[in-house]
C-alpha cells in the first residue's frame, strides 16, 4: 500500500502511516489486549467521565464485552481478515470512528480511518490515549493495523486510497456513498455503506399510565439519553413517538417529565436554534403541511399530524418529535419506509414488534431495541453482520 506520509495533505493522527494490508485472524489476542487497556484509560480518565458517549465506549470495548461478542462467531471457523479497510465516519457522530475502528481490527484487517472533520473534544481525548499507548512495546504490533487520519473534503485523495484497499465502510450518508461509489476500487473490493436512515419509538400510553413517579422518571431519563444525547443526528435516535393505547394523561405526564430533564440539562446554542425553526417552517408552513406544532417550550417541540395522512417523518432535531397516535401495532405499516432503521419500545415487546415486520413483509426496521439501548453498537449493524463480511473464509 503506498505510504500515507507522503501525501501533505493528510493529517496523521495516531498509528502507522506505512500500513499493509496484510490480513490476521479475527478476534485476535493481541487486539483484544489492546481494547482492554483502551477501556481502562477511559474509564480512569476524569476528562472522559464528562462526556457519556465516551464512557459507554470505554464499556464496550472491555474484554469481556468482547468476548461475549466472540461468543456470537464461535461458528465461524477458517476466518481471516480480507486485507486493509477504508474507514469514511460520519462528521455528526464524535465516537462512530471508535467502533468502526474496532469492528475492522476484530475483524482482522489493517484500518484507515478518516476521523470526523469536526473539532470534537471526544475525539482529541481519545487519540490522545491512543498516542501514548502506541509508544508501548507491547501494542506495538497492533498499532501496525492502524492509522487515524483527516484530510480537508478532496476527491482526489479519496479516489486514492479507494485504489488500494479491500473494503471500505462509508457512514456518510446517501451523498457521501454516492460519491464514492464514482470512484475505482479493486474488483474484489467490499463496500458496507450506511444509509441516510431515521428511528422512532412506540410506546404504550396505558403502561405508561401505571408506572411509578420514580419509574416514569427513570423511562423518561432513557428517552432524553437517546435523543437529546446527539441532538438526535444518530440515525438511531428516535425522531417520533407512536403511541399505543388512549392514556392521554400518561401522555402528558410523560412530556412534562421529559421536559423537566431538557430544561435542567441540555443547551440549545443559537445556531441550533436557527436551524430549529427552518425545520419547524418547513414542516408546519404552507396550505400542503399537514403538522401542528405544540410549542410550549422552545427546547421541546412536538409535531403533531393534524390530517390523519401520511407525512414526512424524517428530519428533525434539537428536541423536535412527530407525535402520532396508532389504534394498534398495524397501522404504523404506512409510515414506514426503508429507510426506518430502528424501533425503541416501551410497554409492548420485541415478539409483536417483530412479529408485525414479518406479517406485512416490511421492508425498513434492521433494529428493535428497548428505549434506552437507541446508541448501543452492534456488530450487526442496519441489517448487515460487520464483521463476517469484512472477513473472508478459508475453504477446506
Known amino acids: 500500500m503506498t505510504s500515507l506520509k507522503n501525501n501533505k495533505k493528510i493529517k496523521i493522527i495516531v498509528g502507522n502511516h506505512n500500513l499493509k494490508d496484510s490480513p490476521y485472524d479475527i478476534f485476535n489476542k493481541n487486539i483484544i489486549l489492546l481494547l482492554n487497556e483502551i477501556s481502562k484509560k477511559i474509564l480512569k480518565s476524569n476528562k472522559c467521565k464528562q462526556f457519556p458517549d465516551l464512557i459507554a465506549f470505554g464499556f464496550w470495548c472491555r474484554a469481556s464485552n468482547i468476548k461475549t461478542i466472540f461468543n456470537n462467531y464461535s461458528f465461524l471457523k477458517n476466518r481471516m481478515g480480507r486485507g486493509s479497510v477504508l474507514h469514511i465516519t460520519p462528521s455528526n457522530v464524535p465516537t462512530n470512528f471508535a467502533y468502526s475502528m474496532v469492528f475492522g481490527l476484530l475483524s482482522g484487517n489493517n484500518n484507515i480511518i478518516r476521523l470526523p472533520s469536526k473539532n470534537f473534544h471526544q475525539v482529541k481525548i481519545l487519540c490522545a490515549i491512543l498516542k501514548n499507548l502506541a509508544k508501548k512495546k507491547i501494542y506495538k504490533e497492533s498499532f501496525k493495523k492502524l492509522v487515524l487520519i483527516k484530510y480537508e473534503n478532496s476527491d482526489m485523495i479519496s479516489s486514492e486510497l479507494s485504489k488500494s484497499v479491500d473494503a471500505r465502510i462509508i457512514w456518510g450518508g446517501d451523498n457521501t456513498i454516492n460519491k464514492f461509489k464514482r470512484f475505482v ?14 428511528s422512532i419509538s412506540v410506546i404504550d400510553s396505558n403502561k405508561v399510565g401505571k408506572l411509578s413517579s420514580r419509574d416514569l422518571a427513570i423511562l423518561t431519563r432513557k428517552f432524553y439519553n437517546d435523543t437529546y444525547t446527539m441532538d438526535q443526528f444518530g440515525c438511531s435516535s428516535p425522531n417520533s413517538i407512536f403511541w399505543l393505547g388512549k392514556n392521554n394523561i400518561a ?8 421536559s423537566k430533564i431538557v430544561n435542567n440539562e441540555y443547551n440549545l446554542d443559537l445556531s441550533a436554534a436557527n436551524k430549529k425553526i427552518s425545520s419547524l417552517m418547513n414542516y408546519t408552513l404552507g396550505k400542503n403541511r399537514i403538522f401542528k406544532a405544540d410549542i410550549k417550550d422552545f427546547k421541546l417541540i412536538k409535531l403533531k399530524n393534524k390530517k390523519k395522512k401520511f407525512g414526512n417523518f424524517e428530519n428533525v432535531n434539537f428536541g423536535t418529535f412527530f407525535e402520532i397516535d396508532l389504534p394498534n401495532i398495524n397501522y404504523l405499516q404506512k409510515y414506514i419506509s426503508e429507510k426506518l432503521q430502528t424501533v425503541t419500545y416501551y410497554g409492548t415487546d420485541f415478539d409483536k414488534i417483530k412479529k408485525f415486520i414479518i406479517k406485512n413483509q416490511i421492508k425498513g426496521i434492521d433494529r428493535i431495541v428497548p428505549i434506552g439501548r437507541a446508541f448501543d453498537i452492534t456488530p450487526e449493524w442496519d441489517g448487515v ?8 473464509t478459508i475453504g477446506i
Open 251 to 258: 401522555k402528558k405526564k410523560f412530556w412534562f417529565e421529559l
Open 185 to 198: 476500487t479493486k474488483p474484489r473490493c467490499i463496500d458496507l455503506a450506511f444509509a441516510d436512515r431515521f
Open 385 to 392: 453482520d460487520i464483521i463476517s463480511t469484512l472477513s473472508r
